[in-house]
Nanobody, 116 residues
Framework: QVQLVESGGGLVQPGGSLRLSCAASGSIFIINTMGWYRQAPGKERELVAIIISRDNTKYADSVKGRFTISRDNAKNTVHLQMNSLKPEDTAVYYC??????????WGQGTQVTVSS
C-alpha cells in the first residue's frame, strides 16, 4: 500500500502565493510520475501539473508561468509552488503518484481558496 499526504493549502488573497507539498510513503520502490490535480465545485477533476523528472514536466495552460512543480526522489515528495494566484484557482488540490508496479494513488486533497 502507498499513502499520499498533502499539506500547504489555505486561504490566500488574489496575487498571493502558496506552496503545496505531498509526501508518499509505504511500499515504494520507484515512482514514475507525481503530479497535482484540482477539482472546483461543480467541475471535473483536472490536471494542474505533473513531473517525471526535472526536465520533463507538463502544466495546464491556465497555470503556465505561475505554478512550478518539483520533486525530491530521495524523499518521495512533490511540491507545487503557486504564485500570482487567482480566484479561479480555488479548488481542492489532489496529489497523485503513479507507480509502475501497482498503479495510481491519490491523496485526500487539500483546499486552496483564493479570495479577498
Amino acid at each position: 500500500q502507498v499513502q499520499l499526504v498533502e499539506s500547504g493549502g489555505g486561504l490566500v488573497q488574489p496575487g498571493g502565493s502558496l506552496r503545496l507539498s505531498c509526501a508518499a510513503s509505504g511500499s515504494i520502490f520507484i515512482i514514475n510520475t507525481m503530479g497535482w490535480y484540482r477539482q472546483a465545485p461543480g467541475k471535473e477533476r483536472e490536471l494542474v501539473a505533473i513531473i517525471i523528472s526535472r526536465d520533463n514536466t507538463k502544466y495546464a495552460d491556465s497555470v503556465k508561468g505561475r505554478f512550478t512543480i518539483s520533486r525530491d526522489n530521495a524523499k518521495n515528495t512533490v511540491h507545487l509552488q503557486m504564485n500570482s494566484l487567482k480566484p479561479e484557482d480555488t479548488a481542492v488540490y489532489y496529489c497523485n503518484a503513479v507507480l509502475p508496479a501497482s498503479g495510481s494513488y491519490w491523496g485526500q486533497g487539500t483546499q486552496v481558496t483564493v479570495s479577498s
